[in-house]
């Protein structure tokens, strides 16, 4: 199972990046996939979930912000981020999980700062 994760980078306050997270190995339609992120010194922290069936939740420090969907058909989960925040910055990892099953990538960073 392979989780990766690209997309990040250095972004001024105010500023927007699109992360993307390509998925090979799990029957990705069936899964839950999720973004979380962990900031510097802080424990890994929910962002933004989307159910198979297309229902998303979002952490309440990204609502109105941040938007995650994803495109079965590339295998793919993406999540929009907008109107970013220096609080933002951290390693933002992709995450796929079935009944038991749970699948974690390696990370990308993201910066936010001027």
């Known amino acids: 199972v392979q989780l990766q994760a690209s997309g990040g980078g250095l972004v001024q306050p105010g500023g927007s990046l699109r992360l993307s997270c390509a998925a090979s190995g799990i029957i990705f339609r069936l899964n839950f996939m999720g973004w979380y992120r962990q900031a510097p010194g802080k424990q890994r922290e929910l962002v933004a979930t989307i159910t198979n069936a297309g229902s998303a939740n979002y952490a309440d420090s990204v609502k109105g912000r941040f938007t995650i969907s994803r495109d079965n058909g590339q295998n793919t989960v993406y999540l929009q981020m907008n109107s970013l925040k220096p609080e933002d910055t951290a390693i933002y990892y992709c995450?796929?999980?079935?009944?038991?099953?749970?699948?974690w990538g390696k990370g990308t960073l993201v910066t936010v700062s001027s």
């Open positions: 995450n796929a999980r079935f009944a038991a099953l749970d699948y």
